[in-house]
């Protein structure tokens, strides 16, 4: 925990991060910490009071603009007509002066409020006007919260459309021995086969190969599993009705300049998304989607045991 001259603690600490890109580390009481990138409104480390990382960052990230950050969260948004996952992670943001006010914001939780508008330069590729306004809180037990308020600020009175995904990429210790629960009877597009719809017929997801699926109408809480390290990570999410599930595997691996040849085994993106049906805005509207991320011994979550002995 840093603290100050004073000996208080600081919650919030501007600094430089790789190559002197500006950062934000986030800390709260026992010791767990998030780090904030302002280009991309990126985190890229999220850790519990034992600073264990629970968010996989490639040892191959690059760290220079314009190349995205491989790893943490990147923002997904504008997605659909535009390159794969749009312009906000290569953007970047500023410190918001003026945020609006949140509901979910007690004394004692350390955040950042970020925003990124339009510019003449993303006016080409994107002609809209809109503001983003990005809230990450790191809550009193460590969890992580992000909160994504985007507004339609046109003046010619159009609406505009998009897709969005907040890419979480968890680290996890073998992807062999985790699984997926929730999602499981549901729909989903698989994005390997030119997105066909399927049905989900497992119980629970679990991963032998290659996987890229967005799965449709989902629940607003899912549990992703680590047996090896006997740890559930919690998403829950408000306003993104769709997840998507991917792991490059090993061929993939190797093709992605910017991933380690064996990282795919200890990652798996889950993310919390919008891509079925795009979100429509007409000026003056604001589209809010959220996703809160806690990570938990396994046995609390599993649904094997009682909760309460499980403490």
Same mark, same amino acid.
């Given at each position: 925990m840093s603290s100050s001259s004073s000996g208080e603690m600081v919650f919030v600490e501007h600094t430089k991060g790789v190559n002197g890109l500006p950062k934000v580390i986030l800390r709260e009481v026992r010791g767990c910490s998030a780090e904030v990138y302002l280009y991309g409104a990126q985190v890229t480390s999220w850790k519990n009071e034992h600073g264990e990382e629970l968010l996989f960052l490639s040892s191959k990230a690059i760290f220079k603009p314009p190349k995205a950050i491989?790893?943490?969260?990147?923002?997904?948004?504008?997605?659909g007509s535009l390159e794969q996952h749009g312009f906000a992670r290569n953007r970047h943001w500023m410190v918001d002066p003026d945020p609006p006010p949140f509901l979910t914001c007690s004394p004692n939780k350390a955040f950042i409020d970020l925003i990124l508008k339009h510019s003449e330069e993303d006016a080409k590729i994107w002609p809209h006007r809109y503001e983003f306004?990005?809230?990450?809180?790191?809550?009193?037990?460590?969890?992580?919260?992000?909160?994504?308020?985007?507004?339609?600020?046109?003046?010619?009175?159009? !609406? #505009?459309?998009?897709? #969005?995904?907040?890419?979480?990429?968890f680290a996890v210790t073998d992807i062999s021995e985790v699984r997926v629960e929730g999602l499981e009877t549901?729909?989903?597009?698989?994005?390997? %086969?030119?997105?066909?719809? #399927?049905?989900e017929q497992g119980d629970a997801i679990t991963f032998e190969a290659e996987v890229d699926k967005a799965y449709l109408s989902t629940p607003t809480k899912i549990a992703i599993i680590d047996h090896e390290r006997k740890r559930t990570y919690e998403l829950r %999410?408000?306003?993104? !009705?769709?997840?998507?599930?991917?792991?490059?595997?090993?061929?993939?691996?190797?093709?992605?300049?910017? #991933?380690?040849?064996?990282?795919?085994?200890?990652?798996?993106?889950?993310?919390?998304?919008?891509?079925?049906? !795009?979100?429509?805005? %007409? !000026?003056?509207?604001?589209?809010?989607?959220r996703q809160e991320l806690s990570a938990v011994p396994s046995s609390y979550c599993s649904g094997q045991l009682d909760p309460q002995k499980a403490l």
């Amino acid at each position: 925990m840093s603290s100050s001259s004073s000996g208080e603690m600081v919650f919030v600490e501007h600094t430089k991060g790789v190559n002197g890109l500006p950062k934000v580390i986030l800390r709260e009481v026992r010791g767990c910490s998030a780090e904030v990138y302002l280009y991309g409104a990126q985190v890229t480390s999220w850790k519990n009071e034992h600073g264990e990382e629970l968010l996989f960052l490639s040892s191959k990230a690059i760290f220079k603009p314009p190349k995205a950050i491989r790893g943490g969260i990147p923002i997904c948004f504008p997605q659909g007509s535009l390159e794969q996952h749009g312009f906000a992670r290569n953007r970047h943001w500023m410190v918001d002066p003026d945020p609006p006010p949140f509901l979910t914001c007690s004394p004692n939780k350390a955040f950042i409020d970020l925003i990124l508008k339009h510019s003449e330069e993303d006016a080409k590729i994107w002609p809209h006007r809109y503001e983003f306004r990005l809230r990450v809180t790191l809550g009193p037990g460590g969890d992580l919260m992000m909160t994504s308020r985007i507004r339609n600020t046109n003046t010619d009175g159009k !609406p #505009f459309m998009f897709t #969005f995904s907040y890419h979480t990429y968890f680290a996890v210790t073998d992807i062999s021995e985790v699984r997926v629960e929730g999602l499981e009877t549901l729909d989903y597009l698989d994005y390997l %086969k030119n997105k066909e719809r #399927f049905t989900e017929q497992g119980d629970a997801i679990t991963f032998e190969a290659e996987v890229d699926k967005a799965y449709l109408s989902t629940p607003t809480k899912i549990a992703i599993i680590d047996h090896e390290r006997k740890r559930t990570y919690e998403l829950r %999410k408000d306003g993104l !009705p769709d997840a998507v599930v991917w792991n490059p595997w090993d061929k993939k691996a190797k093709a992605i300049p910017d #991933f380690g040849d064996n990282e795919y085994k200890h990652m798996l993106c889950v993310e919390a998304a919008c891509v079925e049906k !795009p979100i429509t805005l %007409k !000026p003056g509207e604001e589209w809010r989607g959220r996703q809160e991320l806690s990570a938990v011994p396994s046995s609390y979550c599993s649904g094997q045991l009682d909760p309460q002995k499980a403490l």
